[in-house]
């Protein structure tokens, strides 16, 4: 059974230093900040007419996901990618 999330596309937008997921015309962002060998979390919005419905889960996944793929330390600044690492340490190891 898919969830509503699943119908989300994320893209990856590096000129914006973000990752960044449109629906229903508003812009959900994770912005992820690379210095050197590091990924930085510093934050991520979405707009209250769209919460609840996961978007800010799947940009966090798909933003962590590229971060491993790419060998990055993550550094979690963004106080939703915190918790979400502590709930989902699988995460860190590209799972």
């Known amino acids: 059974m898919s969830s509503p ?3 989300i596309v994320v ?3 590096p ?3 973000r990752f960044e997921a449109e ?4 812009l959900s962002v994770a912005d992820c900040v690379v210095e050197g060998d590091r990924a930085i979390f510093t934050h991520t919005f979405v707009p209250p007419e769209l919460r609840g419905r996961g978007i800010a889960e799947r940009l966090v996944r798909t933003a962590l996901g590229w971060a491993v793929a790419e060998r990055l330390t993550i550094v ?3 106080s939703y ?3 979400f690492l502590q709930r989902h340490p699988e ?3 590209g799972k």
């Open 76 to 78: 979690p600044q963004c």
């Open 91 to 93: 995460m860190l190891n």
């Open 81 to 83: 990618v915190a918790v």
């Open 11 to 13: 893209r990856h937008n």
């Open 15 to 17: 000129s914006a230093s």
């Open 5 to 7: 999330a699943d119908d």
């Open 23 to 26: 629906v229903e015309g508003h």
